[in-house]
């Protein structure tokens, strides 16, 4: 009996040793993880060269007007684009409010029509064949020339600006759409229908996750052309927004607001982009273009 219970563990005694296996392998892991960094750090990180490079051209920018003696009316330093955005805050804001309204009015019904399209074209050849060759037609036309139709059609207001923005924004979203929907492995389909797997749920498990890397590049792009086509179409026709003051401010030679009105507007698009591409590390973070990049020691 001695000899036995000197050859056998007790229960407790081996409970006891793999709790302190696993708290001593806990500890490790403490120690060997690195802290997780502050996101906002980590932007500011990666984004060092591109902010330094900015600050070099603003210094460059600040200093050459005064250096090579370049009229305020043709650059302003901007210093004072500042002091002009100042003075014209309350004015500016008020504008920029509309023209975003404007921008994401339209880039929202180029999202919700154009990735239901882009299903409707990859899952019906009929669809395919009647829509694609609409869609290249009006792809090719200028969008700006259409402008004065949407103006005799809507008149002038906020529908004809937005379906301006929304026909800039429509294509590139589209076409990202039914690229990423064809781009889904039938093999994977052919496996889930075999299992009885319903449409529904194979759009929703298989379809719509491995389309989606495709589906934020259009969408990226599509912010870029939402923008800009707000202040053209404020251009063309409105009495009001930040397009229709950078005209005036143009008129007037008030170069330094029109620089401030091409500063605001491009940070809203910024801000619009940013959002989006967190909106896309949030929804796919397991994908390839949403890793950081493993830093090679040298």
């Given amino acids: 009996m001695t000899g036995q219970s000197a050859g056998q563990v007790s229960p407790s005694s081996s409970v006891e040793t793999s709790a302190r296996v696993d708290a001593a392998q806990g500890a490790a892991v403490q120690q060997a993880a690195p802290p997780k960094p502050n996101a906002l750090m980590a932007f500011l990180k990666r984004r060092k060269l591109?902010?330094?490079?900015?600050?070099?051209?603003?210094?460059?920018?600040?200093?050459?007007?005064?250096?090579?003696?370049?009229?305020?009316?043709?650059?302003?330093?901007?210093?004072?684009?500042?002091?002009?955005?100042?003075?014209?805050?309350?004015r500016t804001l008020?504008?920029?409010?509309?023209?975003?309204?404007?921008?994401?009015?339209?880039?929202?019904?180029?999202?919700?029509?154009?990735?239901?399209?882009?299903?409707?074209?990859v899952s019906s050849r009929i669809v395919e064949d009647t829509v694609?060759?609409?869609?290249?037609?009006?792809?090719?036309i200028p969008k700006i020339a259409i402008a004065p139709l949407f103006i005799v059609w809507f008149g002038f207001g906020y529908t004809p600006k937005t379906m301006l923005v929304f026909l800039l924004a429509f294509f590139p979203i589209t076409l990202s759409a039914v690229a990423g929907f064809r781009a889904v492995d039938p093999d994977i389909m052919d496996l889930a229908r075999s299992t009885g797997t319903s449409t529904w749920t194979m759009f929703r498990k298989i379809k719509l996750p491995q389309a989606l890397p495709q589906i934020f590049t259009g969408l990226k792009v599509g912010v870029a052309l939402?923008?800009?086509?707000?202040?053209?179409?404020?251009?063309?026709?409105?009495d009001r927004g930040l397009g229709y003051l950078l005209l005036e401010w143009r008129g007037e030679l008030d170069t330094p607001m029109v620089f401030a009105g091409v500063f605001v507007i491009s940070l809203v698009g910024i801000i619009v982009y940013y959002l989006v591409e967190a909106v896309e590390r949030f929804t796919i973070p397991w994908h390839v273009s949403q890793r950081d990049p493993v830093p090679v020691n040298a």
């Fill in 226 to 238: 939402a923008s800009t086509g707000a202040v053209v179409a404020e251009f063309i026709a409105s």
């Fill in 132 to 140: 694609e060759p609409i869609m290249l037609v009006f792809q090719v």
């Fill in 50 to 90: 591109v902010l330094m490079t900015l600050m070099i051209i603003l210094i460059a920018w600040e200093l050459a007007p005064r250096l090579l003696s370049i009229p305020d009316y043709l650059l302003p330093p901007p210093s004072q684009v500042f002091t002009a955005f100042l003075g014209q805050w309350q």
């Fill in 94 to 121: 008020a504008a920029t409010w509309i023209t975003t309204s404007v921008m994401l009015g339209g880039y929202v019904i180029a999202i919700v029509v154009s990735i239901p399209l882009a299903l409707a074209i």
